[in-house]
């Protein structure tokens, strides 16, 4: 749990802190983006509902998405695709119940939640309304460790970033995934130490440098980048172009 959360009392007057945590705070980030993009062009908020499978890979669970509804600061409903359809259709859900179908959307106290608990990307998510001329702008000064953490699924060998697969392998890459599982281990620290078991048959400035180089190519949604310490010792890792995030 995190436990730097400044208390925040919901509608019921109670302390809604304790119960955020990482992986909710990543689901979290995801829908309150979803709320901003429906409101800044004006569609029905519907047509931005996020499955419940996609908020589980960003690191949130069924107890969190049940405390959400329960709170009010979710609404869950069951899509009914049909064939030919321009828009998506939704049948009303009821209790605590999610398959594969499950969308969910924020509400105005979960909007306010979640500005409230990201503090830090308040002007993240406002700029995602913004003109492309106006959102490296709105990034200026962000701090290294955002709010939003990567996650490394060491048994899917993939790597996430607020819901959205980053690297994907379909073949042992031994160096970048010991890289990433340290990363995971230490909870996403700015930095770790070079974590490269030692070889006879390359230099250990040389094989970071590879794996580092490895770890920022092949990216599928490019939104992370990793660089060394600039004396071989160390791996940093940081947020990519910001925009394209927008």
Same mark, same amino acid.
């Given at each position: 749990?995190?436990?730097?959360?400044?208390?925040?009392?919901?509608?019921? @007057?109670? %302390?809604? %802190? $304790?119960?955020?945590? +990482?992986?909710?705070?990543?689901?979290?980030?995801?829908? /309150?983006?979803?709320? !901003?993009?429906?409101?800044?062009?004006?569609?029905?908020?519907?047509?931005?509902?996020?499955?419940?499978?996609?908020?589980?890979?960003?690191?949130?669970?069924? %107890?969190?998405?049940?405390?959400?509804?329960?709170?009010?600061?979710? +609404?869950?409903?069951?899509?009914?695709?049909?064939? @030919?359809?321009?828009?998506? %259709?939704?049948? #009303?859900?009821?209790?605590?119940?999610?398959?594969?179908?499950?969308?969910?959307?924020?509400? $105005?106290?979960?909007?306010?939640?979640?500005? =409230?608990?990201?503090?830090?990307?308040? #002007? /993240?998510?406002?700029?995602?309304?913004?003109?492309?001329?106006?959102?490296?702008?709105?990034f200026a000064g962000a701090?290294?460790?955002?709010?939003?953490?990567?996650?490394?699924?060491?048994i899917r060998r993939e790597?996430?970033?607020? @819901?959205?697969?980053?690297?994907?392998? #379909?073949?042992?890459? #031994?160096?970048?995934?010991?890289?990433?599982?340290?990363?995971?281990?230490?909870?996403?620290?700015?930095? !770790? =130490?070079?974590?490269?078991?030692?070889?006879?048959?390359?230099?250990? $400035?040389?094989?970071?440098?590879?794996?580092?180089?490895?770890?920022?190519?092949?990216?599928?949604?490019?939104?992370?980048?990793?660089?060394?310490?600039?004396?071989?010792?160390?791996?940093?890792? +940081?947020?990519?172009? $910001?925009?394209?995030?927008?």
């Open positions: 749990m995190v436990a730097n959360e400044n208390a925040w009392v919901d509608r019921t @007057g109670e %302390s809604t %802190s $304790p119960l955020i945590d +990482e992986g909710l705070r990543a689901g979290l980030a995801l829908l /309150w983006r979803a709320y !901003i993009c429906a409101q800044a062009t004006g569609a029905n908020m519907w047509d931005f509902a996020l499955r419940a499978g996609r908020l589980y890979e960003a690191g949130m669970t069924s %107890s969190d998405l049940r405390w959400m509804i329960a709170k009010g600061f979710a +609404e869950h409903d069951q899509e009914t695709p049909r064939y @030919g359809d321009t828009r998506r %259709s939704f049948r #009303r859900s009821n209790g605590y119940f999610f398959n594969q179908q499950t969308c969910l959307i924020l509400t $105005p106290s979960g909007a306010a939640l979640a500005e =409230h608990v990201l503090g830090e990307t308040v #002007r /993240w998510a406002q700029a995602l309304s913004a003109p492309a001329s106006r959102k490296t702008a709105a701090p290294a460790a955002f709010a939003l953490k990567p996650r490394w699924n060491a790597l996430f970033l607020a @819901g959205q697969i980053v690297k994907r392998f #379909r073949v042992p890459a #031994r160096n970048q995934e010991t890289i990433l599982s340290v990363f995971e281990e230490e909870g996403w620290a700015e930095h !770790i =130490h070079d974590p490269l078991p030692a070889t006879h048959d390359i230099d250990a $400035p040389t094989r970071l440098h590879d794996a580092i180089n490895r770890l920022n190519g092949c990216q599928i949604n490019p939104l992370l980048r990793f660089h060394g310490d600039g004396k071989g010792t160390g791996v940093f890792w +940081e947020l990519s172009q $910001p925009d394209l995030l927008g």
